[in-house]
């Protein structure tokens, strides 16, 4: 298919095009580098052995949107162009809905001048919020607690509007627990401008010396070492439930507007940490401190809908995922 991907530049995107283009999809990229590196770009190249076009530009701005569909053939959109920092949108909110949900309505509108009319969007598994048990399955409530998960919310609210309203309007929200590791390539990883916040990249800082500790946001939780447990996603797996979602896109009349994408496993912090230090020179230092505002103990995906209906699941191990990271981390 014709593919025209949003965010191309960034962790998942640029995941997403290397397999995307093996599998003989032709691309067109897009990105404003608002938080990723144009490096990337020759990476994706590498990695794939193929080309593809990419734009400098930003979903907002629409009269580039109308060059691009004007210029290229699309036949579905896959969006992850979005700021992402849970703790950055609480300060700046604002930011948020303008970049996320401004840019997200920008896009749907141009597609919908374009006559685009099939999207998968990067959603979250941070729309559940802090109140389920888990597995969270899809039914579960939606309870953003912060505004970057509320940016998830409203844009899956806007595409389920479109695809009742316009009944040849197709859109599949995949919402991702927590993508972790790297390409088999070790060409492309997760390699943000911005400071980490997330567990993985901190930890591999650690190990490298670039951070003395690591601070465990609370061991007081309900969990069998009191610290909080997450699901963690290998990127590979992450990205192969997109090839799926494409094709899925495409046959399924089923009336299924999201899809978790998580192993359906959880691990919790100090497990993570062991599996580092079962590898590591040096183990990771690490000092318990209060809880992080808005966590969770206990956040893992029911992941049955994407086994039934995308025929997908997760293959790559734990320590797969802190190998991979740390691989990729150390060549820094
Ligand atoms: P990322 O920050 O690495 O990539 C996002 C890319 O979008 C960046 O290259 C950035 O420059 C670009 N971008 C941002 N705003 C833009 C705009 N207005 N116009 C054009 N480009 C823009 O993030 P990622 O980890 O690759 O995440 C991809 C998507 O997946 C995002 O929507 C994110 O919210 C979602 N998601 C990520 C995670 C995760 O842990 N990585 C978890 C759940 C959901
Ligand atoms: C966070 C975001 C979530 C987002 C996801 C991927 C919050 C509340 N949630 O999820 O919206 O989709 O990242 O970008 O920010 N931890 C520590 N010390 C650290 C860092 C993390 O103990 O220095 C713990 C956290 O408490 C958590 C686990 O490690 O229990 C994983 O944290 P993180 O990688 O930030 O992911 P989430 O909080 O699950």
Same mark, same amino acid.
Request: hydrophobic fraction near 35%.
């Given at each position: 298919?014709?593919?025209?991907?949003?965010?191309g530049?960034? &962790?998942?995107?640029?995941?997403? /095009?290397?397999?995307?283009?093996?599998?003989?999809h032709? /691309?067109v990229?897009?990105?404003?580098?608002?938080?990723?590196?144009?490096?990337?770009?020759?990476?994706?190249?590498?990695?794939?052995?193929?080309?593809?076009?990419?734009?400098e530009?930003? @979903?907002?701005?629409?009269?580039?949107?109308?060059?691009? &569909?004007?210029?290229?053939?699309?036949?579905?959109?896959?969006?992850f162009?979005?700021?992402? $920092?849970v703790?950055?949108?609480?300060?700046?909110?604002?930011?948020?809905? +303008?970049?996320?949900?401004?840019?997200s309505?920008?896009?749907?509108?141009?597609?919908?001048?374009?006559?685009?009319?099939?999207?998968?969007?990067?959603?979250?598994?941070?729309?559940?919020?802090?109140?389920?048990?888990?597995?969270?399955?899809?039914?579960?409530s939606?309870?953003?607690?912060s505004?970057?998960?509320?940016?998830?919310?409203?844009?899956?609210?806007?595409?389920?509007?479109?695809?009742?309203?316009?009944?040849? &309007?197709?859109?599949?929200?995949? +919402?991702?627990?927590?993508?972790?590791?790297?390409?088999?390539?070790?060409?492309?990883?997760?390699? $943000?401008?911005?400071?980490?916040?997330?567990? &993985?990249? @901190?930890?591999?800082?650690?190990?490298?010396?670039?951070?003395?500790?690591?601070?465990?946001?609370?061991?007081?939780y309900?969990?069998?070492?009191?610290?909080?447990? +997450?699901?963690?996603?290998?990127?590979?797996?992450?990205?192969?439930?997109?090839?799926?979602?494409?094709?899925?896109?495409? $046959?399924?009349?089923?009336?299924?507007?999201?899809?978790?994408?998580?192993?359906?496993?959880?691990?919790?912090?100090?497990?993570?940490?062991?599996?580092?230090?079962?590898?590591?020179?040096?183990?990771?230092?690490?000092?318990?401190?209060?809880?992080?505002?808005?966590?969770?103990?206990?956040?893992?995906?029911?992941?049955?809908?994407?086994?039934?209906?995308?025929?997908?699941?997760?293959?790559?191990?734990?320590?797969?995922?802190?190998?991979?990271?740390?691989?990729?981390?150390?060549?820094?």
């Open positions: 298919m014709n593919l025209l991907i949003t965010g530049a960034g &962790f998942i995107g640029s995941h997403f /095009i290397v397999d995307a283009l093996k599998k003989n032709s /691309i990229a897009l990105d404003n580098f608002s938080t990723s590196n144009k490096d990337i770009l020759v990476k994706i190249k590498e990695a794939s052995g193929k080309d593809f076009i990419f734009y530009a930003d @979903i907002s701005d629409k009269s580039k949107l109308r060059e691009i &569909f004007s210029t290229n053939e699309i036949d579905l959109v896959v969006h162009a979005s700021l992402k $920092s703790t950055e949108s609480v300060f700046n909110p604002i930011l948020y809905y +303008r970049n996320n949900v401004g840019g309505l920008i896009l749907l509108e141009t597609m919908q001048e374009m006559g685009v009319k099939k999207i998968i969007f990067s959603s979250s598994a941070s729309v559940y919020g802090s109140s389920h048990l888990s597995p969270i399955s899809e039914e579960c939606l309870n953003p607690i505004p970057y998960a509320q940016s998830k919310v409203i844009i899956e609210k806007i595409l389920n509007d479109m695809t009742t309203c316009k009944h040849d &309007f197709k859109a599949l929200n995949l +919402r991702y627990f927590n993508p972790v590791g790297c390409h088999e390539s070790f060409l492309i990883g997760e390699s $943000s401008k911005k400071e980490p916040s997330n567990l &993985f990249p @901190i930890i591999c800082e650690i190990a490298n010396g670039k951070k003395s500790h690591l601070s465990i946001f609370g061991n007081d309900d969990t069998h070492d009191g610290t909080p447990v +997450r699901d963690y996603i290998h990127i590979s797996d992450l990205i192969s439930g997109h090839i799926s979602a494409i094709d899925w896109l495409n $046959s399924s009349k089923k009336n299924i507007s999201s899809i978790n994408l998580g192993t359906g496993s959880g691990y919790s912090v100090l497990e993570i940490v062991n599996v580092f230090n079962s590898f590591l020179d040096r183990p990771i230092q690490y000092e318990y401190s209060p809880r992080r505002p808005g966590d969770s103990g206990i956040v893992f995906a029911n992941n049955s809908l994407a086994k039934s209906e995308l025929k997908w699941s997760s293959t790559q191990s734990l320590e797969k995922m802190c190998k991979d990271s740390w691989i990729w981390h150390s060549k820094d």
